[in-house]
């Protein structure tokens, strides 16, 4: 959202500074603006329908202030709405998992698929990898490392003895080693191999990205073509993550839609207040409107 402005300051610097302070402390909307747009209308991915709604509101809104206001189009892009993502630990015992797939990720098929999981194998080359392969077709491919600790270094810092929390992160960084040496044992990286578990059959890929706080996830996008790829919080990652390991043969059913839209239309909210001694002169004040869309937007 753009707004740009030709008015012109016949204040000092301070004094306008001053009539900023004094609007936003005793005539705010925020809260009301951010509950509509946040809460009602949600996160704008770009190609959602959220978004196009959020550009609509945004004009509808300057308008209502009085103030000129358009879409622009700039482009266009891939279509696509988010749909439910349910996720179930079945066997061998029952837990709801918290998690969602990516964005632009195709969904399941209707009602959902139950599948075992695997885990990237420890493999000497890529020959290796590619003979293990067929033990992909109709699993769960778990893609991500397993977090050895779900508590960011200042709780560390805060509540560890300074030599438990050295011993963390030694074995957290020989651990994140391992595990970038393993993929890259198997002649693919992290974004082609999952290309290739798709080829080979699988039915999804499970992921955890943590971004090292708590309860935080990245939910970026998703580059597999019909099979879902799924985002599990790090705890919910970790429990599935040593099932697999240790040979429990663990299921999970997975109940995820999402709809492709084709190509859209995207925009820019442009909005004007004319200036009246200097109306050459523009005032530019922008912003992304546009979010990603695991979050609140």
Do not use: C
Not at 38 to 59: E, F, S, Y
Not at 261 to 282: H, Q, R, S
Not at 284 to 297: K, P
């Amino acid at each position: 959202m753009m707004l740009t402005s030709t008015m012109a300051v016949a204040q000092t610097t301070e004094e306008v500074v001053d009539m900023i302070v004094k609007e936003a402390n005793e005539n705010s909307h925020l809260e009301k603006l951010a509950h509509e747009l946040l809460d009602v209308i949600g996160p704008r991915l770009v190609g959602t329908p959220q978004q196009l709604k959020a550009h609509n509101w945004a004009v509808d809104t300057f308008k209502e202030w009085g103030i000129e206001a358009e879409k622009q189009q700039f482009g266009e892009w891939r279509g696509w709405e988010r749909g439910i993502t349910h996720i179930d630990l079945t066997h061998p015992r029952t837990v709801t998992m918290e998690g969602m797939i990516l964005a632009w990720s195709p969904g399941t098929k209707k009602n959902g698929v139950e599948a075992e999981t695997v885990i990237i194998p420890e493999v000497e080359n890529k020959e290796e990898f590619e003979a293990w392969l067929k033990n992909a077709k109709g699993k769960y491919v778990l893609v991500s490392m397993h977090q050895p600790t779900g508590r960011p270094d200042y709780n560390w810092e805060e509540f560890a003895t300074e030599e438990s929390f050295e011993k963390m992160k030694a074995e957290r960084s020989a651990q994140a080693q391992a595990w970038r040496e393993r993929i890259n044992n198997t002649g693919y990286n992290s974004r082609t191999i999952i290309a290739a578990l798709e080829e080979a059959g699988a039915v999804g890929i499970i992921q955890s990205r943590w971004s090292s706080g708590f309860g935080v996830n990245k939910i970026f996008s998703s580059s597999t073509q019909k099979i879902p790829t799924v985002d599990l919080s790090l705890e919910d990652y970790g429990l599935l993550y040593r099932l697999t390991e240790y040979g429990d043969k663990p299921k999970i059913h997975v109940n995820a839609t999402s709809k492709e839209l084709g190509k859209v239309e995207t925009f820019n909210t442009i909005a004007t207040i004319p200036g009246t001694e200097k109306p050459d002169e523009y005032i530019v004040l922008s912003a992304h409107f546009d979010s990603w869309d695991g979050g609140t937007g």
